[in-house]
């Protein structure tokens, strides 16, 4: 089974449910892509065997020869609900961690153009990495998140989450009107620009200051 650690005043393992992940939410990264914005969040979900933790490295796929980092901030669900407000949203979300969103780019350029879905694009293992994730009593101020991602030392993302198009208590929201959200939901709110592809040997550094510094090694 799949887990995650959650850190609170201690640290316990919970089990993932579903993996929802939001397309296009940083205007700066849709045009990176040549994407358009979208009037609803384009939504997609990972199987649980794409969940990838800290302490083993990141094996890019053989199905691809273009494998993209997307640094993303990612909710975890404590509390599920249908249809849940706004005003509740943060109330439902237990803990915040960082994830890498891993697509293979090649093979979802593809998939564009075809109209066909991103399941082989955006499922395969390894392709839903986390770090541990932040109670949300210890976050503070969730308005003012601010990640970054490096790749060998080098600053290649930062993500401010006031520059989403589609704010946290919005993607909360939209979900639990589609979707019944479940404890132990994950949810990747989409990366900011800065994207790129991963080779073996590199090294991806998530951080979200003073609560996450994460390294993950990448091998072929
Ligand atoms: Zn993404």
């Known amino acids: 089974m799949a887990h995650v650690a959650l850190h609170a005043s201690q640290t316990r393992a919970v089990e993932v449910r579903n993996i929802y992940c939001i397309g296009r939410n940083y205007a700066a990264h849709i045009a990176e ?3 358009r914005p979208e009037e609803d969040p384009v939504v997609f979900i990972k199987p ?5 933790i800290p302490g083993h490295p990141i094996r890019l796929p053989k199905h691809s020869n273009e494998v993209h980092y997307e640094a ?3 909710l975890l669900i404590g509390q599920g609900g249908k249809h849940i407000a706004e005003e509740d949203a943060l109330a439902h979300v237990a803990g915040y961690g960082l994830g890498l969103d891993l697509t293979a780019r090649d093979l979802q350029t593809k998939a564009k153009k075809g109209g066909l879905p991103w399941a082989v694009a955006k499922g395969f293992d ?3 990495t986390v770090t541990s994730f932040v109670a949300t009593d210890h976050i503070g101020q969730p308005q003012h998140m601010e990640f970054q991602m490096y790749l060998n030392g080098q600053l290649k993302q930062h993500g401010d989450i006031r520059k989403m198009l589609f ?3 919005f993607i909360v929201r ?3 009107e589609v979707f019944t959200l479940q404890p132990g939901d994950l949810i990747f709110t989409g990366t900011p620009e800065g994207v790129g592809p991963l080779s073996p040997k ?3 550094r998530l951080v979200l200051p003073g609560h996450i510094d994460t390294s993950f090694d990448v091998e072929g």
């Open 202 to 204: 590199d090294v991806v």
């Open 126 to 128: 390894c392709a839903a």
């Open 167 to 169: 704010p946290i208590p």
């Open 72 to 74: 993303e901030l990612v």
């Open 33 to 35: 892509l040549g994407n």
């Open 174 to 176: 939209y979900l639990s």
């Open 48 to 52: 649980t065997s794409a969940l990838h």
